[in-house]
């Protein structure tokens, strides 16, 4: 190839390279206005990319307490008069009461919502209903969000009766929702009121679990058995005592598996019709021994990491 001929194909490269070149810087001007692509303001604006699924209200009317020591008293099925609205007050009251009849599709074990929600969900310190709905929508440390009441039934049905938690939409949720709302009727909404939850527990030593069986043997057996598995009626299905643990009880997510909410509820209401019978020390005791007996697994881990991951809660 002779000179003149490559100076020529050096010439004719280089005039290609610029035409493109040029094209490229021109369409990048073009388009400098118009990009459909996120700035970095645009994204330094957002104050999270995740969506909440609630906000809480932003006006609680938090009352306090005015009489410690006197409890809500809720109104009476008795005095409903007829109505659509009654209608679905009974059936929520019967889903909480016969949840293994009413509700049996969702349940999984031997449980009522009464079997811990005592006297129909009225009962001061043992998570009373009326006191329960007007806190919500609040946040729970279990889920790390802001829930509704709804959501918070879903909850029971998955963990306390390790079963399935029916849709927001449900007859059951709906039905309960409505019970609850009417056995508050008159408090305000985010009234703290007292004989809410369970009670206040202080601990002054650790507790033992030999000692747990002792006060267990001594005060809750005669009713759930020297087993834990709890006593059946004889003339029909179901429990007259439920079981404390076994396949029939409340799994490892519920939260009566955590040792201190379990003291805070049967120090309040056990033995049954004799309750604050035991101090805080003989609660705690008596529930480390019913926190190492076997049951369902947390539903959250599966079977697997339930047995093989360390015990980091109760």
């Known amino acids: 190839m002779s000179l003149s001929r490559m100076h020529k194909y050096l010439l004719a490269a280089g005039a290609i390279f610029g035409i493109a070149f040029g ?6 001007s073009d388009t400098e206005d118009g990009d459909d692509l996120p700035t970095l303001d645009s994204i330094e604006v957002r104050a999270s990319m ?10 609680l009317t938090v009352v306090p307490v005015v009489k410690p020591g006197e409890y809500f008293v809720p109104p009476r099925l008795e005095d409903l008069t007829e109505s659509k609205y009654a209608d679905e007050v009974r059936l929520g009251r019967n889903i909480f009461v016969h949840t293994q009849q009413y509700a049996k599709r969702y349940v999984g074990n031997g449980l009522n919502c009464s079997s811990c929600h005592l006297q129909e969900g009225r009962k001061p310190h043992a998570a009373p209903l009326w006191a329960a709905y007007p806190m919500y929508p609040m946040y729970r440390d279990k889920s790390r969000q802001v829930v509704s009441f709804q959501e918070r039934l879903q909850d029971c049905f998955r963990f306390s009766l390790n079963g399935i938690a029916p849709t927001l939409d449900s007859r059951e949720i709906e039905a309960l929702t409505v019970y609850a709302q009417w056995l508050s009727t008159g408090i305000p909404m985010g009234t703290i009121m007292s004989g809410r939850g369970f009670a206040r527990i202080d601990k002054s030593e650790d507790p033992s679990p030999f000692n747990g069986a002792i006060v267990y043997k001594n005060y809750c057996a005669s009713c ?7 006593k059946k009626f004889t003339n029909r ?6 079981p404390l643990a076994g396949p029939d009880s409340y799994n490892k997510g519920a939260g009566m598996h955590k040792v201190k909410t379990c003291a805070s509820f049967v120090k309040a209401n056990m033995p049954l019709g004799k309750p604050f019978t035991l101090n805080d020390d003989e609660a705690l005791e008596v529930c480390v021994h019913m926190f190492i007996q ?5 539903p959250r881990k599966g079977m697997f990491m339930s047995i093989f991951m360390p015990v980091t809660e109760g």
């Not at 094209?23 to 990048?28: G, H, K, R, T």
């Open 50 to 59: 995740q969506q909440p699924k609630l906000t809480l209200p932003n006006e």
């Open 294 to 298: 076997d049951r369902p697994w947390d």
């Open 23 to 28: 094209s490229w810087v021109i369409a990048d």
């Open 224 to 230: 759930h058995g020297d087993d834990l598995m709890g």
């Open 237 to 242: 299905d179901g429990y007259m005592f439920p």
